[in-house]
């Protein structure tokens, strides 16, 4: 059994946390990076992201939903890490795609990649010890998205929880057009664990990934962020009018200014998506 800290130890514990907290958020969008910031253990981490949120509401920013990273585990051993994380998506880093196109300017993110992901709205609030048809019925909407993700830590080199407390490695959400689940429930889960997505870079193919990638599936994905946030501790349940955002389902690819990306799915429908970084 681990010992229990000290009054002290907890209070300094407590103190590191917070100005860890203070200086990722003081990288936060200007493009820079520091290696070696303090992060412990998961739970020390989940508590960096919970005064991180605090600060930026303080700041007036708003929470609308979550991402999941690191749920394609066949990308565990390129980034030295064993599980998935998650963190917030927030109303300042979210890029809906107009007709499914946008444009993104790179200038705010530290060593940006790319990521196709399926986005989901929830319509009623999860609850954890759902399975997975109950959660598909939480769900309102589906949508293709582009999660750009970005590392304070110079060449990708982090811990879990060094990679969790750093916002999830969360830069913005570029977000395609929704469409409704509607009353075709059982077709949506059958088509959301059998599909794929081709990534193209300047209209050349990069990689194609499978729905399997995230975990089985992203109705699976969203069953491992139910349960988590609920055993983690760090922040409130999922709520209805939240967004998910359900990881990669290729690598993490490269990006930089002067590219096209663009995503198109086969046994989805969703549309494509396109977005043009400056």
């Known amino acids: 059994m681990a010992p229990i800290a000290s009054a002290g130890e907890a209070m300094a514990n407590e103190t590191q946390e917070r100005q860890t907290a203070v200086a990722l958020l003081e990288l936060w969008g200007t493009g820079q990076q520091r290696p070696g910031l303090p992060v412990s253990d998961m739970a020390s981490a989940y508590r960096i992201a919970g005064y991180i949120r605090s600060l930026r509401e303080a700041r007036g920013d708003r929470v609308v939903g979550r991402k999941i990273g690191f749920s394609n585990t066949s990308i565990w051993p390129l ?5 998935p994380i998650w963190n917030y998506v927030w109303e300042t880093t979210v890029r ?23 986005v989901f709205q929830l319509a009623r609030t999860p609850e954890p010890g759902m399975n997975e048809a109950a959660l598909l019925g939480c769900i309102d909407r589906v949508a293709l998205g582009f999660e750009i993700v970005q590392s304070v830590f110079p060449g990708w ?11 999830g490695l969360h830069g913005a959400l570029v977000l395609g057009p929704w469409s409704e689940i509607g009353d075709n429930g059982p077709g949506w889960a059958d088509r959301l664990h059998d599909f794929s997505v081709t990534l193209f870079k300047n209209g050349a193919a990069v990689e194609t990934g499978h729905a399997r990638n995230v975990l089985g599936g992203p109705l699976t994905a969203l069953r491992f962020l139910v349960e ?43 549309g494509g998506l396109q977005v043009a970084f400056s």
């Open 79 to 83: 980034y030295a890490v064993d599980r």
């Open 96 to 118: 809906p795609a107009s007709e499914g196109r946008a444009t993104l300017s790179l200038d705010p993110f530290s060593e940006p990649r790319i990521e196709p992901e399926i």
């Open 157 to 167: 080199k982090f811990s879990a929880p060094a990679a969790t407390a750093a916002f």
């Open 228 to 270: 988590a946030v609920g055993q983690e501790g760090a922040g409130p349940q999922l709520q209805a009018g939240e967004i998910v955002t359900t990881g990669t389902l290729t690598d993490a690819h490269v990006i930089s200014q002067g590219e096209t990306w663009s995503a198109d799915l086969e046994g989805l429908d969703l």
